[in-house]
């Protein structure tokens, strides 16, 4: 497999502020990667990198081995769907599906037939001539996907691309994405702040922050191996264990991050560390139990959550009860 | 505790008349529009109807006094060949200023709303703003002296040696003259200087709302900048430029004082007003002609209208 957008020390400054710093980065070809981050970590400036629209302060973006540095957007095998889907309010929907066939000279028929095709490929067939105005969210952002799709590009950026869908369009959107994805064999990135999404959707998930890739794995290693306490504060809702903590988990001298739905509940006697709980909210999925630790370490404050799931037994506030966990599932990482 | 209620006791009149908008919403809007209704309905609408019932009078040849029967005979007298020219004279020229405003002002719009920010925006307002701060009889009145045989144009031409091509221009047939302040080129100039700012500010407003995203997705599909102008920045602008539009052309189909002092004397529409209500004393024929305006804007707006032009809205 050969990379298919390549970043080589790639940096984009805005007056003072560094919006993208020293960032390099691979990106395989027919992979579905995730850009995830909060905003204002770079991961946009990154997608706009690619696309042409911002250019790098210092150092080479690369696709498919080609350096981009002088090629402009419109010259790049790289389509976007925005994040406002930018549908064209005067045409109608087929005219904007084929809007990218109509730039490069192709027959009116040929290109509304096209058109035609890719609507059905996202399951808007016979809603080509209504405007954009008349389309629901979701089914706008079927159009900006078609759009995006006819001129085959070989990479395909999605920036925040369900953003604007209410919950349960936005999981049918992650799967239909997802197929379509495999179905076509096209690089997909996409840029996202939503955790959940980028681990259910890409192979490949890169972590930003404040301009820097904090962590590049699979959404396995990201959510089991936290590299850093950023990506676990952000990816999920690890535990933080401080030092002294770590070690009573068995990680010697390191900060470490440990799962909530990897401990289990057990009763204090014998347990190897005991506490009493101070919350539990329900998540319909199971209950997160908070249990306050410290009083029996005399450390600093130390909570620990607890993923009990729903068959499980939820202990009462105020109960002091013993906690288990798997070994391996304590990770040493950096503090960054 | 003494007082249990739940509402709190009224404090004369203006709470009552609070509470009166709110429970009923229809009387504070009919208080605020009745005044400016009147005036519409009153002043305005009803000197429009005025106009339109004496346009149907006639004038009587030998007394000169009107007629006031309801007749066809002063817009028949609107088709004589004399009174005709005045009308494709008036609409050629109206035409001619909208296009010419049109080219020149959307670079500066463009710019204006794409790229000028903080300062440069504030400049750009005041350049465009200026002109229309000063008398527009001073403004005309310069430009005559800009024009004329003697003026800095005619000076500055032959100073480089383009004497010829202004003595060319001035030779063409139909729109050339003896010098530029006495020719239609002149008077179309000055047309153009005083309606330009009333083509960039709507253009501008227009321009200023499509959104970068759509440029973007534009370029993204492979489309180049002229494509992307054509396709999505002139549809998308295109109430802004008709906007725009309706100013330039109405405003020189009514204008009676610019085609008056600079140009060949020849008659404009509202030049025929100003004669026939004036010294004449022909108000139905004077009715007639501020008439044409009226409809010759009603069909533009309905061109524009059947072209889509209103559609992004």
């Known amino acids: 497999m050969s990379a298919a957008v390549q970043f080589d020390h790639v940096s984009r400054h805005f007056g003072g502020v560094k919006a993208v710093d020293d960032v390099s980065l691979t990106i395989a070809e027919g992979e579905f990667f995730a850009m995830l981050g909060p905003s204002g970590s770079g991961k946009t400036t990154c997608l706009r990198l690619i696309s042409g629209f911002e250019k790098p302060t210092t150092g080479v973006v690369r696709i498919f081995g080609e350096d981009m540095g002088a090629v402009p957007p419109n010259q790049r095998q790289v389509n976007t769907v925005f994040q406002d889907y930018a549908l064209f309010p005067h045409m109608n929907v087929r005219d904007n599906v084929g809007y990218g066939l109509m730039v490069r000279g192709v027959d009116r028929r040929t290109r509304l037939a096209e058109a035609e095709r890719l609507l059905a490929l996202v399951h808007l067939d016979g809603f080509g001539d209504r405007k954009p105005a008349q389309l629901s969210g979701g089914q706008r952002q079927r159009v900006a996907l078609a759009r995006a799709l006819i001129n085959k590009p070989r990479v395909l950026l999605l920036d925040e691309p369900l953003g604007a869908l209410d919950l349960k369009l936005r999981e049918a959107m992650q799967d239909e994405l997802k197929k379509l994805q495999r179905e076509l064999g096209i690089t997909f990135v996409f840029v996202t702040h939503d955790q959940g999404e980028a681990l259910s959707m890409a192979d490949r998930v890169a972590v930003f922050s404040q301009g820097k890739i904090a962590q590049v794995g699979s959404a396995t290693e990201i959510y089991a191996r936290p590299a850093t306490r950023f990506v676990a504060d952000f990816v999920g809702s690890s535990n933080i264990l401080a030092p002294d903590l770590a070690r009573t988990f068995g990680v010697a001298g390191a900060l470490a991050s440990l799962r909530p739905e990897a401990l289990r509940i057990i009763p204090a006697e014998g347990a190897r560390i005991t506490g009493r709980v101070t919350g539990a909210r329900y998540l319909g999925a199971g209950t997160r139990v908070t249990i306050a630790v410290n009083e029996y370490l005399g450390k600093e404050e130390a909570e620990i959550a607890v993923l009990v799931p729903a068959a499980g037994k939820v202990p009462g506030i105020g109960a002091v009860v013993g906690l288990d966990w798997d070994a391996d599932a304590v990770h040493p990482m950096e503090a960054a | ?313």
């Open chain 2, 1 to 313: 505790m003494s007082d249990l209620r739940a509402a709190l006791p009224g404090r004369g009149i203006w709470d009552r008349l609070t509470a009166l908008f709110w429970r009923r919403p229809g009387v504070l809007v009919a208080v605020l529009i009745a005044a400016p209704l009147a005036w519409l309905g009153i002043v305005y609408v009803g000197s429009l109807v005025a106009l339109l019932i004496q346009s149907f009078y006639s004038i009587n040849e030998f007394s000169g006094v009107v007629v006031k029967e309801f007749t066809l005979k002063t817009y028949a007298e609107l088709l004589r060949p004399a009174n005709a020219d005045v009308i494709v004279r008036t609409v050629t020229m109206a035409a001619s200023v909208t296009l010419a405003s049109a080219v020149l002002a959307f670079p500066i719009a463009y710019y204006a709303a794409r790229f000028a920010r903080g300062r440069w925006k504030a400049a750009f307002y005041l350049g465009i703003m200026l002109p229309l701060w000063s008398s527009y009889l001073v403004k005309v009145y310069a430009w005559k002296l800009i024009l004329s045989k003697e003026g800095i144009i005619s000076w500055a031409a032959n100073g480089i040696g383009a004497g010829g091509v202004l003595d060319a221009l001035l030779a063409l047939p139909g729109i050339g003259g003896n010098s530029l302040s006495t020719s239609y080129i002149g008077t179309f100039l000055v047309f153009v200087y005083v309606w330009l700012p009333y083509m960039i500010l709507p253009m501008q407003a227009s321009l200023e709302r499509v959104p970068q995203s759509m440029l973007e997705a534009s370029a993204a599909l492979g489309a180049g900048g002229l494509r992307a102008l054509w396709s999505v920045i002139l549809p998308l602008a295109l109430p802004g430029v008709i906007a725009g539009s309706i100013f330039t052309f109405s405003l020189t189909l009514g204008d009676y004082i610019i085609p008056q002092i600079i140009g060949n004397s020849a008659n404009f529409i509202g030049m025929a007003v100003y004669h026939l209500q004036g010294t004449a004393g022909n108000i139905p024929l004077a009715a007639a002609f501020a008439v044409v305006p009226i409809l010759i804007m009603l069909v533009y707006l309905g061109i524009a209208r059947k072209l889509g032009a209103f559609d992004a809205l």
